[in-house]
Nanobody, 128 residues
Framework: QVQLEESGGGSVETGGSLRLSCAASGTTPGPYCAGWFRQAPGKEREAAALIDRDGSPSYGDDLHGRFTISQDGIKTVYLQMNNLNLEDTAMYYC???????????????????????WGQGTQVTVSS
């Protein structure tokens, strides 16, 4: 059973940076798609950034350039978030699924139903 645990959330002022980490346990060899979703108050959970086994990333709408996803083998997935703005305030969830991501635009088309494993979430709050 894969377990995901997020860390690194917190409060930051606009223009600041945060780095989220997602530690995975119980993983097995094979393809996967892993990354970060976020859910702002009153909104649906949406993909922010995804990465697959070979390191190919995909990003949610308008996030590429400010967000960078990376991984340390199959154990940890990171999300570096720079130049944060008020609209980035959300609960951020780590997610993973033992199937490959759907190409370079995966983050624009996936839904929560495409991911089998979820972390508990970490809050990111951006204030002016």
């Amino acid at each position: 059973q894969v377990q995901l645990e997020e860390s690194g959330g917190g409060s930051v002022e606009t223009g600041g940076s945060l780095r989220l980490s997602c530690a995975a346990s119980g993983t097995t060899p094979g393809p996967y798609c892993a990354g970060w979703f976020r859910q702002a108050p009153g909104k649906e959970r949406e993909a922010a950034a995804l990465i697959d086994r070979d390191g190919s990333p995909s990003y949610g709408d308008d996030l590429h350039g400010r967000f960078t996803i990376s991984q340390d083998g199959i154990k940890t997935v990171y999300l570096q978030m720079n130049n944060l703005n008020l609209e980035d305030t959300a609960m951020y969830y780590c997610a993973a699924d033992p199937t490959p991501c759907r190409g370079a635009h995966a983050a624009l088309i996936v839904t929560t139903e495409d991911f089998q494993y979820w972390g508990q979430g970490t809050q990111v709050t951006v204030s002016s």
